[in-house]
T-cell receptor, first 112, second 111 residues
Framework: DAGVIQSPRHEVTEMGQEVTLRCKPISGHDYLFWYRQTMMRGLELLIYFNNNVPIDDSGMPEDRFSAKMPNASFSTLKIQPSEPRDSAVYFC??????????FGPGTRLTVL | ELKVEQNPLFLSMQEGKNYTIYCNYSTTSDRLYWYRQDPGKSLESLFVLLSNGAVKQEGRLMASLDTKARLSTLHITAAVHDLSATYFCAGRSYNTDKLIFGTGTRLQVFP
């Protein structure tokens, strides 16, 4: 069975540009989580969804960040406009009934 | 809000030696997870501990949970180089579905 799928795996963009990260959770999972990992701040939860509905977005750093989950098999995290301090690895994870979270391979974002 | 602390942050150990990573959490948590992350890779689930006294083992790794002390440990027996990675513990509060991760322990095993 395929795990969590994220795209792109690497993204290099210039400051001010819009960035969209994509995630396909494991089929049948009802929870989806977006994390950001940096050396300085470690692993931070940005937002999570249950049955496609955002439950807690208190970790979203600014209004420049937005996330959607239009259906059970797809979610996006958008940064507009991007800034150099947004450079990080962004992970998507999914779980069944808030059990063990399974992480995707991550998207390494570099904002120049 | 739940806080999770790990120590040590960095651990350099010789092959064949035993050591323990500690994970303390601040308030009641109904489950405790351990994850492994290899450099440049994603996080891989190792163990989930659900109740006081729970013990899980796989290979040279053994995890345990003491809910009264709010402490989980990850014990490494006879370390080998392949265990070199960063290990995270994560707890879940009763009233939320989100995990709070510790800072991670970077383990380096050398010959």
């Amino acid at each position: 069975d395929a795990g969590v799928i994220q795209s792109p795996r690497h993204e290099v963009t210039e400051m001010g540009q819009e960035v969209t990260l994509r995630c396909k959770p494991i089929s049948g999972h009802d929870y989806l989580f977006w994390y950001r990992q940096t050396m300085m701040r470690g692993l931070e939860l940005l937002i999570y969804f249950n049955n496609n509905v955002p439950i807690d977005d208190s970790g979203m750093p600014e209004d420049r960040f937005s996330a959607k989950m239009p259906n059970a098999s797809f979610s996006t995290l958008k940064i507009q406009p991007s800034e150099p301090r947004d450079s990080a690895v962004y992970f998507c994870a999914s779980s069944l009934t808030a059990g063990t979270q399974y992480f995707g391979p991550g998207t390494r974002l570099t904002v120049l | 809000e739940l806080k999770v602390e790990q120590n040590p942050l960095f651990l350099s150990m010789q092959e064949g030696k035993n050591y323990t990573i500690y994970c303390n959490y601040s308030t009641t948590s109904d489950r405790l997870y351990w994850y492994r992350q290899d450099p440049g890779k994603s996080l891989e689930s190792l163990f989930v501990l659900l109740s006081n006294g729970a013990v899980k083992q796989e290979g040279r790794l053994m995890a345990s949970l003491d809910t009264k002390a709010r402490l989980s440990t990850l014990h490494i027996t006879a370390a080998v180089h392949d265990l070199s990675a960063t290990y995270f513990c994560a707890g879940r509060s009763y009233n939320t579905d989100k995990l709070i991760f510790g800072t991670g322990t970077r383990l380096q095993v050398f010959p």
